[in-house]
């Protein structure tokens, strides 16, 4: 058990980080998912992978240690994913098809990059299937900032973000609305520095897990949100423990899994 | 009378180019109630979205005479499963609690069981507590039992009444009982 606390220590930024992130990925992905917009943010998060992994292809020819540049080009190419799916994408009936193209397009030139910069390949590995663990103190805790910063925004505006989402499904949405575009952005920076982070699987389970068990049996908003939030930090907190209690077990997959037991025990319980 | 929109040769085209509505001249003033009528598929709803900056593409020129927050917009009442399990309480602004439309209604209810007629009443309920300049409804009377649309028709024309600035644009095929101030048609074809 010491052994356990000991190592609690070492990560004491990385998993509240972790954990943080996961509500707040966990109350984005709701909204989105409401939006009936999955498909877009899941292609978002390729653009920003493949942004983040081009930033890390520069340093390496360039002999440089820019973190920025990595974080700076992978929202870059979120924002210009946003702005190719919400200009020519969004308005066409068929576009679930498109999306995949586009998400086929960038993971083929992630892939590419990479086979190009052999020197990549640990670093791909990591941006695309995670590594919590080893995160770095400061990305640690830039995370946890951002997070409980843009955490607090989305539950103070939770329910007019919420009708939001309806009137866009509802095809009323005809008043702008400041906090609406906060959220957007919001949206594109938590998303790239989580893929920076945490990596695209966490960043893309976290987004979705919680939404698909928390909507099934919620009689309301807040019982909903409620839901959502344990499923998130829960799930994420035993997962992260349970795979520092074993030296074979990587955190992401544990984390996910974890997220998936307890909206399970949720999506059961009357 | 003050003008709250003033239309010009308005006509509502596809991104293509095609002509999805006729092009249409009129003026809306405080207090009026303008019908939008025509055949299926003549461009009514279309051009309301144009109007309201959901569609686009179109030729001609219009404009608002007040400001686009005092407009509110009812599209057709759809089939909509919502991903968030609003209750039909969540869905109303704290103003509107108090509205006789939601007489005998559960509040309780998750909009995604709830019947055409409380969806519409929660919804005009909500959109009526801003006391817009400018009313927009597209079919409100769609998907609603006769009851339902009764109180919808009645919870309209108090709303006219308690408001006398205030306007309504109406694409509708309901023939309507009560008398409603100011009214005129315009034929879509």
Known sequence: MNSFWELLQIYRWSLPASVLMAGV???IGAQWTARE????IFVLGQGSSLGIVLGLAINLLLGTDYHGLSLAIGLSLGWLTLLISDLLIE?????????LTLFVFFLSLTYLLTALTPALESHMASSYFGDIAVMSDFGAQACLLLGLLFGGFLLWQWRSLSAVSFQLVNHSFIHRNPYNRLFDLGTLLLTTMAIQSMGYLYTMGSLFIATSFAAQRSENLKSYTRKL???AF???FLGFSVSLLSTNLPTVPCVLIGQMLVGFLFYTKK | MTTLLQV????????EGKNLSPAVNFELQEGEVLFLRGENGAGKSTLLKTLLGLHKYFTGNFRFGVDKKSVQYLPQLGNLHFHLPLSLRDML???????PLLKGLDLQKKWNTASGGERQKILLAAVLASKPSVLVLDEPFNHVDKESAQTIEQALGRFLKENPRSSLM?????????EWPHVRFLEIR
Do not use: C, M
């Open chain 1, 234 to 236: 829960l799930g994420s």
């Open chain 1, 229 to 231: 939030l344990w499923i």
């Open chain 1, 37 to 40: 917009k999955s498909a877009q």
């Open chain 1, 91 to 99: 308005t066409r009936a068929d576009r679930n098809h498109i999306y």
């Open chain 2, 8 to 15: 010009q040769n308005l006509q509502a085209r596809s991104r």
């Open chain 2, 170 to 178: 109406i694409v509708s095929h309901r023939a309507f009982i009560q």
């Open chain 1, 25 to 27: 990925l966990a109350l």
């Open chain 2, 93 to 99: 602004p704290a103003e509107a609690v108090d509205s």
